[in-house]
C-alpha cells in the first residue's frame, strides 16, 4: 500500500484560504487529533508495572 503524504506547506494553504471562524475550527480539528493519538497517563503505570495477580486497580490513582 502506497503511503499518502501532504507537507505542511499543504495544510498551512489550505488553512489560509479558509475564513477566520472556520480557521477556529480547523485548529480545533488538528489540536483534537493530536490528543487522541496520545497515550492516557494511567497506561504508562500499566506498562511499567510487573505483571503480577494484583488488580489493576490499586495501582491507578483514585477518580472521584
Known amino acids: 500500500m502506497k503511503k499518502m503524504s501532504t507537507s505542511k506547506e499543504d495544510i498551512y494553504q489550505l488553512i489560509e484560504q ?37 488488580p489493576l486497580s490499586s495501582i491507578l490513582p483514585q477518580v472521584t
Open 18 to 54: 479558509l475564513q477566520e471562524n472556520d480557521q477556529k475550527t480547523a485548529y480545533d480539528f488538528l489540536y483534537y487529533l493530536i490528543e487522541r493519538s496520545k497515550k492516557p497517563a494511567f497506561w504508562e503505570i500499566i506498562d511499567k508495572s510487573d505483571p503480577d495477580e494484583e
